[in-house]
């Protein structure tokens, strides 16, 4: 199969801290991968694009100074929220898709973001 | 470009009851056509896709057809279970765009005893 994972699954954090959340592909390479954001009971909004050893593209309206994306190898994408204020709660989520064969994507189980 | 529509729920059957969840969709290329399923608290669950036009991709009783003179994937199940209350999403993915993904806004389906 194809295997996405997070870490964490859950975090509460402080105004003002940052937090990292990690993505991995477990059982297959990825050369690009997607962050998203969840909002309650809404649909998925698309973040950004991470392709591996370089920049990651941004949507429109997306701060990328605020979320950070690195994605420094074929299984590991990381988000990082600097500063974070409560408004950035939301339920965020990783996908990865294979480096050959299908394009179909693999999401992972998603982190859950609660700053207090 | 890319979008997806689909129905506004929530949608509350109940069980052994058919059930349709509509989906249309706008695309500039060729698409692949995906339904997820999302239980509380958890991330997104591949359900089915098709690839092409006239697949049908099927799954645990649902099905769904990629029409394209109609741009829809419909989602249908003959009989739904209490354990099929989830959130359904219709989506697509831009093979011409590093393959990225666009959502419709997700339908709620609950299924009473």
């Known amino acids: 199969g194809a295997v996405v994972s997070q870490h964490p699954s859950w975090v509460i954090c402080k105004s003002g801290t940052s937090v990292k959340i990690e993505c991995r592909s477990l059982?297959?390479?990825?050369?690009?991968m997607f962050w998203y954001r969840q909002f309650p009971k809404q649909s998925l909004m698309l973040m950004a694009t991470?392709?591996?050893?370089?920049?990651?593209?941004?949507e429109q309206g997306v701060e990328k100074d605020k979320f950070l994306i690195n994605h420094a190898s074929l299984t590991l994408s990381t988000l990082t929220v600097t500063s974070a204020h409560p408004e950035d709660s939301s339920f965020y989520i990783c996908?990865?898709?294979?480096?050959?064969?299908?394009?179909?994507?693999?999401f992972g189980p998603g982190t859950r973001l609660t700053v207090t | 470009g890319n979008s997806v529509t689909q129905m506004e729920g929530p949608v509350t059957l109940s069980e052994e009851a058919f059930l349709t969840i509509n989906c249309t969709y706008t695309a500039t290329g060729y698409p692949s056509l995906f339904w997820y399923v999302q239980y509380p608290g958890e991330g997104l669950q591949l359900l089915l896709k098709a690839t092409k036009a006239d697949d049908k991709g099927s799954n645990k009783g649902f099905e769904a057809t990629y029409r394209k003179e109609t741009t829809s994937f419909h989602l249908e199940k003959g009989s739904v279970q209490v354990s099929d209350s989830a959130v359904y999403f219709c989506?697509?993915?831009?093979?011409?765009?590093?393959?990225?993904?666009?959502f419709g806004s997700g339908t709620k389906l609950n299924v009473k005893p």
């Open positions: 059982d297959f390479q990825a050369t690009t």
């Open positions: 989506a697509l993915s831009d093979q011409n765009n590093f393959n990225k993904f666009y």
């Open positions: 991470s392709n591996e050893g370089s920049k990651a593209t941004y």
């Open positions: 996908s990865a898709g294979r480096t050959y064969g299908s394009y179909e994507q693999y």
